[in-house]
């Protein structure tokens, strides 16, 4: 019997980078939260192994590349919020959201690498922290987005996304 609303479970240098968690534990308690260390996310697992990444907060001050996990499906709004982070953030194919205000004032020096999967960005996921220095890396198969290193834009260019401005790259 689950009597927690969220169990929490530790990920000690395990690299799990597959397209849904294998989570092998009897206990039907969902969502289930992961901590996972070696990148500094705390992720929700559903009962079928997808993940929504819920908060970068472990990121603050990183040094080396956070790499988010194709298990993750989904980027939730206020993930990287206020982050800092000195080095590239990977989306992993297998993300396909990322929601309003995913960025919201982050900190980002690096690049932010998003894979052909992610089929819906939110016209307000990104609002870098002023002195920024990111460059949003598009996967040239993605069918839905395309950067030109001025903008993000749907690949039919209906739809800005995200403009480059002279405060954050």
């Known amino acids: 019997v689950c009597t927690l609303m969220h169990a929490i479970i530790f990920l000690m240098?395990?690299?799990?980078?597959?397209?849904?968690?294998?989570?092998?534990?009897s206990n039907?308690?969902?969502?289930?939260?992961?901590?996972?260390?070696?990148?500094?996310?705390?992720?929700?697992?559903?009962?079928?192994g997808n993940g929504t990444l819920v908060d970068a907060g472990?990121?603050?001050?990183?040094?080396?590349?956070?790499?988010?996990?194709?298990y993750v499906k989904v980027i939730r709004g206020g993930a990287f919020s206020g982050t800092n982070c000195?080095?590239?953030?990977?989306?992993?194919?297998g993300v396909q959201i990322i929601e309003s205000e995913a960025f919201e004032e982050a900190y980002l020096?690096?690049?932010?690498?998003?894979?052909?999967?992610?089929?819906?960005?939110?016209?307000?996921?990104?609002n870098f922290e002023g002195g920024s220095d990111v460059t949003i890396e598009i996967d040239p198969d993605n069918p839905y987005y395309v950067s030109d290193r001025v903008a993000?834009?749907?690949?039919?260019?209906?739809?800005?996304?995200?403009?480059?401005?002279?405060?954050?790259?």
């Open 13 to 25: 240098g395990e690299k799990k980078m597959s397209n849904t968690y294998d989570y092998t534990e």
């Open 28 to 48: 039907d308690c969902f969502p289930k939260t992961i901590i996972d260390e070696e990148n500094g996310l705390e992720i929700e697992i559903d009962k079928d």
């Open 58 to 70: 472990l990121v603050k001050g990183r040094k080396n590349e956070c790499v988010v996990p194709g």
């Open 86 to 93: 000195y080095s590239n953030i990977i989306l992993s194919p």
């Open 109 to 126: 020096v690096g690049k932010l690498v998003i894979p052909s999967t992610v089929s819906y960005i939110a016209q307000d996921a990104f």
């Open 152 to 169: 993000l834009y749907t690949k039919d260019f209906h739809s800005l996304i995200y403009f480059y401005d002279q405060n954050d790259g």
